[in-house]
Each structure stands twice: as C-alpha cells, then as structure tokens.
C-alpha cells in the first residue's frame, strides 16, 4: 500500500473551507465528515482534513496561530503541466483564495505558484519537467546557478 498524507488544517468556517477546496478540485469524502471535520481528497495519497478550531484544539495543547499573519508549513502538490498549476491557481482565486501568496517562480524547467485558502494556509502548486528532475539534485543545482 502507498503511503498516505493527511494533512490537518484548523479553520474558521468548516463549510466555506469545504466549498473552497472542492472549487480548487479536491472531492469531499463524507466518510470521515461530519460537523467538525471533512476529509477533502485531492489524490489517492493526499488528503486534507479541515478540522474547526474546536476538534483541532483536541489533537493539540498548541494555540492555532493566525495564518494570515504566520506561517507554519507551506504545503506544496504538484501538478502535471504549467496550465494545470494555472488552473488550479485560478480555481483557488476565483473561489476566495489570495493570489499569488508566495512569489512567481519560473526557471523554465520548474514552475510554481502559490494561493492561500480563507484561513491563510499557504498551498504552493508546482510543476517540474520530468527529464530536468531526472537528471539529479546536481543538475537541478546548476541550472538554478548552484554548484
């Protein structure tokens, strides 16, 4: 069996954070929903779980900072071209999503941007032509103007 990311978002509204993710192009699995959590699908390996601040705080004795001011991880998913990272970009956008959260990144061979959903978490999309990752961490650094 692959493995499998859950990745658990507090946020504000449950409902709004649904409708969000689903515009963007995850599919809900009522299986593991109810009216304190949703399981949103993206793939067969990722997964988001958008808990309200109540159900999160029982996972954790740790305050839930204010994303739109800190950051605690930028989660990154790729996609298969350039015009899917737009896409799904746009999607988050036209669904109340904050454009463009992280800087443009363009290197020709790679390709990402970057949205935060309406609690502030900071989703990056990207994509990278398979022949450039398949040569290496070294080949990557020296087209990024590394060693």
């Not at 988001?48 to 740790?62: I, Q």
């Not at 737009?86 to 036209?94: E, W």
Request: one cysteine or more.
């Amino acid at each position: 069996m692959s493995k499998m990311i859950f990745v658990n978002l507090p946020v504000a509204d449950l409902p709004r954070s649904v409708a969000f993710y689903e515009a963007v192009g995850a599919t809900k699995n009522p299986m593991f929903s109810d009216d304190t959590a949703a399981c949103l699908v993206f793939s067969d390996t990722i997964h988001a779980m958008l808990l309200t601040h109540e159900k999160f705080s029982s996972f954790t004795d740790r305050a839930i900072p204010d994303a739109h001011k800190t950051a605690q991880v930028l989660i990154c998913v790729s996609e298969d071209s350039r015009d899917a990272v737009d896409a799904v970009h746009d999607r988050a956008v036209q669904a109340g999503g904050r454009a463009d959260a992280i800087a443009v990144q363009d290197y020709g061979f790679m390709y990402s941007r970057a949205y935060a959903d309406p609690d502030g978490h900071i989703w990056e999309v990207m994509w990278m032509d398979p022949e450039a990752a398949a040569q290496g961490p070294e080949a990557f650094a020296a087209q990024m103007g590394g060693g």
